[in-house]
């Protein structure tokens, strides 16, 4: 089975900076997109930032100027390095991977990391 695994995840004080990675495990396909959500307890998941294996890459308007997602040259492994935090970043980020052979693509979910930025 295909396993997401995050890390970096941790407290940071507002204007701070974390870098967190997930690594794409029992593989077998070519992973098309990839990409990192966030979540608030009682809140909606909401995306933070997505790469494509074409190298584009997409971010959340709140996000933009202040994160980077960047991915390997294997495309099994995706970052996430955030700067200049803010409390309202806080929450459980939860890797995405896209894939999976032709007309049989899949979504894939990683456990989460806690962020949590203090004021």
């Known amino acids: 089975q295909v396993q997401l695994v995050e890390s970096g995840g941790g407290l940071v004080q507002a204007g701070g900076s974390l870098r967190l990675s997930c690594t794409a495990s029992?593989?077998?396909?070519?992973?098309?997109?990839m990409g990192w959500y966030r979540q608030a307890q009682g809140k909606e998941r909401e995306l933070v930032a997505t790469v494509t294996g074409g190298g584009g890459s997409n971010y959340a308007y709140s996000v933009k100027g202040r994160f980077t997602i960047t991915e390997d040259n294997g495309k099994n492994t995706v970052y996430l390095q955030m700067n200049s935090l803010k409390p309202e970043d806080t929450g459980v980020y939860y890797c995405?991977?896209?894939?999976?052979?032709?007309?049989?693509?899949?979504?894939?979910w990683g456990q989460g990391t806690q962020v949590t930025v203090s004021s």
């Open positions: 029992g593989v077998s396909f070519r992973i098309n997109t």
């Open positions: 995405n991977a896209i894939g999976g052979p032709y007309g049989n693509y899949r979504s894939y």
